[in-house]
């Protein structure tokens, strides 16, 4: 028996029905599945399914058999009663699920009895064609039940699937294990068979899972225990092979192709079971991107969206990482980076509440960093780790470049986001126009100091017995990491209108996130854009930092309710119960995602054929006149506010409100009550976009022409509390919250949907930067 077979068989197990007291006019064996965590297999959804919808439910049982080697080295069965506790998707009622199965097709089931089960390692990032593969479950094919064993290789993805050649699966296979036989780690779930190929379920599709609400809480708790499951074993002598001894063994991996042993991968993982999770994919995503620029000296964003969601995928994004050198190649520097991604990682936990964080855990695995960077074969690199463990007053800036063990300090950066006082007097150009942040922070309503250096990292607070170890200060974050979202709408083509979603990082590096350029209806935005939406701002939050959305649309959609759009739908559907909304309404309590967006984070329109053009003198005048302040009401059609928008009024002449306009003060806003999507709003915004706006407020939303004077003198009060362009975004999303509740608005005499026109100049174009592919990496297990 190979030693994959014996890591393997002892995990392998058949699912069928229960005993006596279960009928089922089923076959008594249902298909595969392999444990991943004591007691808690991993199988297809579709094996569940076939004992009906009470297991798939949870409310019957199913029977779990598998192998252990005795002490004289014969195989015996043991058996354990299975509950289905995760089945994705999981069928609606008693209905059955649709053949095939949709994707994922993936079930967690937990097995009593099963505690001390030897358990496979899942794999922790995609896996790549060509990757030679083992399939393994169990079969009757020949007539006798017993464990099939086949090889193929990965040929390649359909969709959410993988594509498997060679030796194919058969029935019975199903929800067995596909086997890296390279790293010796699990890439995918055996789905059933084409007729000339296997179809698979990525592994990689269990993190997905994450994101429910229903199975999420589960996912987690079995992530948890088979991370800590595997880091237990490295205490413990035993005679049976386990993926850290048998992956240290395998020709197929050389040594060159990742300096981070199994080991290290599996402690690592072990600690990081321990604490709390990220909040989001962004938390993850930009320490990473922060580790990368670090080692290798240069930011260069991956122009592929790594949507993580635990901190062992992020350590995954950076085995194999190399310098990048001139030429292709470079210098591998993946344990380098992997030590200073953990580091960070206990930095950034050590700043959760008190009751997030078990000190002990945290203190034992700061600990082992340390120990890891005291041994580091570069003292530079050890140097940097210890700085951000202990907070020395030797600690490097948080991006010092360390590149093949030497440490370059950068000088600081200059920012843009806020004009200096001498700037705005005497009329000295702009600061130079390297990365800048495309919006201010949602809730940043104080005018913020002019500062134009890079922050210093505050000083340590003093440790507090018993809380935390005092072992981490705070960290400023950098100024040109922030990343927010781009959506952009073009104008219609045979009424149909093309769209994209981008992540912008530090205004001017651009990852896409979906895209049609096929388009939709206007009526369709909403609900085709809220998925990739919902994927963006997920990957832009982190730390402090809610990513903004800028909305690039063409002026016939001004008026496009974006502020209003909501990242999950409506669940309350018409004919619930009271008691059934009663318990939605407390699970929906804190899930930021039923917010309007304009409620929580910055949304601006921005107008999509302007950015297509160089500015024009104008316009790059009128922004700085904003940007400076103080703002200063106008109205968009140029009469007086007691005029408001009189029904019938009209346009008239070739440019009618050219001249208002243009003669309006730099740091004038102008205000429309009243929509911009046609008519005399129409009209008045395009001659303000001609006469170099940048910053313009309007009411998007019907109403009766009584209620303009009071529009107008709420724009004026918002105005002046802004006092200049960077400040608006704070008042505008307070002013949408308590617009949200009608009484509220009724009490204070608020009106109106307000929309907001935040158009800078002075930004690289979007979607016009060089590129260069990243350097290959190894592939991780």
Excluded at 158 to 177: N, Y
Excluded at 334 to 361: F, K
Excluded at 565 to 588: K, S, V
Aim: proline residues 10%; charged residues 20%; negative net charge.
């Amino acid at each position: 028996m190979s030693a994959y077979d014996e890591m393997v068989r002892p995990s392998l197990a058949r699912i069928g029905a229960p005993g006596d007291g279960y009928a089922t006019d089923r076959d008594s064996y249902w298909g595969s599945g392999f444990f991943v965590a004591p007691g808690w297999l991993l199988t297809c959804a579709h094996v569940v399914g076939k004992g009906g919808a009470a297991v798939c439910r949870g409310e019957s049982a199913l029977s779990v058999t598998w192998q252990e080697r005795t002490a004289a080295g014969a195989w015996e069965p043991r058996t354990g009663t299975g509950t289905a506790a995760v089945v994705a998707p999981r069928p609606a009622g008693a209905q059955p699920a649709r053949d095939p199965w949709p994707f994922p097709d993936l079930a967690l089931v937990r097995v009593t009895g099963a505690d001390d089960v030897r358990c496979l390692w899942l794999g922790d990032r995609e896996a790549v064609p060509r990757t030679p593969v083992g399939l393994y479950g169990w079969s009757v094919q020949t007539g006798e039940l017993g464990i099939r064993h086949g090889t193929g290789e990965l040929a390649g993805s359909d969709a959410r699937a993988l594509l498997l050649a060679g030796s194919l699966p058969i029935g019975g296979l199903s929800g067995g294990p596909v086997l890296d036989l390279r790293h010796g780690s699990v890439i995918g779930v055996i789905k059933g068979r084409r007729r000339e190929e296997g179809v698979a379920v990525p592994v990689t599709a269990l993190y997905e899972l994450l994101d429910s609400r229903e199975a999420g809480r589960t996912v987690r708790e079995v992530l948890r225990a088979h991370d800590l499951h595997h880091a237990s074993l490295l205490d413990i002598p035993s005679p049976h092979p386990d993926w850290t001894v048998l992956r240290s063994a395998l020709p197929g991996h050389p040594p060159s192709g990742s300096a981070v042993t199994a080991e290290l991968r599996t402690r690592l993982y072990g600690h990081l079971a321990q604490l709390p999770p990220p909040a989001g994919a962004g938390e993850v995503v930009h320490l990473v991107e922060d580790v990368k620029a670090q080692v290798r000296g240069e930011r260069l964003p991956s122009l592929v969206l790594p949507h993580v969601r635990t901190w062992r995928e992020g350590a995954a994004l950076l085995y194999g990482l190399r310098t990048l050198d001139p030429g292709g190649g470079g210098t591998l520097v993946d344990l380098d980076a992997v030590l200073l991604y953990a580091a960070r990682v206990a930095r950034r936990t050590a700043r959760e509440p008190a009751a997030d964080v078990d000190a002990g855990h945290l203190r034992a695995f700061t600990d082992w960093i340390a120990g890891q960077a005291a041994g580091h074969r570069h003292w530079a690199v050890g140097e940097a780790i210890r700085a951000l463990l202990e907070g020395t007053a030797g600690a490097l800036p948080p991006l010092a470049p360390v590149v093949n063990g030497a440490v370059d300090v950068p000088a600081p950066v200059g920012l843009v986001e806020v004009p200096s006082p001498v700037e705005c007097v005497t009329g000295t150009p702009l600061l130079t126009e390297p990365a800048q942040a495309p919006l201010p922070a949602a809730d940043a309503t104080a005018t913020p100091p002019a500062a134009t250096l890079l922050p210093a990292p505050d000083e340590a607070p003093p440790p507090v017995p018993g809380e935390f170890p005092p072992l981490i200060r705070d960290e400023a974050p950098p100024p040109d990491t922030r990343t927010d979202v781009l959506v952009r709408v073009g104008p219609a083509t045979y009424g149909r209108h093309p769209w994209s979603v981008q992540l912008v990082y530090g205004g001017r590096d651009v990852t896409p996130v979906a895209a049609d350029d096929l388009g939709v209806r206007a009526e369709e935005l909403a609900q085709v854009l809220r998925e990739p939406l919902a994927q963006a701002l997920c990957q832009g939050d982190h730390g402090e930092h809610l990513a903004a959305i800028e909305v690039f649309l063409p002026r016939k959609l001004f008026d496009l309710p974006v502020d209003d759009w909501q990242l999950l739908p409506d669940t309350h559907a018409a004919g619930e119960d009271d008691a059934d909304q009663e318990d939605d309404e407390d699970d929906d309590f804190l899930d930021e995602r039923f917010l309007p967006l304009g409620m929580r984070r910055t949304v601006v329109i921005r107008e999509v054929r302007r950015n297509g053009l160089p500015p024009s003198p104008e316009w790059r005048r009128r922004w700085k006149g904003v940007r400076c302040g103080p703002l200063v009401h106008g109205t968009l059609h140029g009469r007086p506010v007691a005029e408001g928008h009189p029904p019938g009024a009209g346009s008239g002449g070739k440019y009618p409100y050219y001249g208002a306009l243009s003669g309006m003060s730099d740091a004038s806003v102008p205000v429309y009550c009243g929509p911009v999507g046609s008519g005399e709003g129409y009209a008045a915004m395009q001659d303000a976009l001609r006469s170099g706006h940048s910053v313009v407020l309007w009411r998007r939303d019907r109403h009766d022409h009584g209620e303009c004077g009071d529009f107008h003198r709420q724009a004026a009060a918002l105005l002046g509390l802004a006092g200049r362009a960077d400040g608006l975004h704070g008042p505008v999303r307070d002013l949408r919250i308590r617009l949200a509740d009608p009484d509220t608005a009724r009490a204070h005499g608020l009106y109106g949907k307000i929309a907001v026109l935040f158009d800078p100049p002075d930004r690289s174009p979007y979607g016009t930067e060089s590129m260069r592919p990243p350097p290959l990496a190894a592939p991780g297990g």
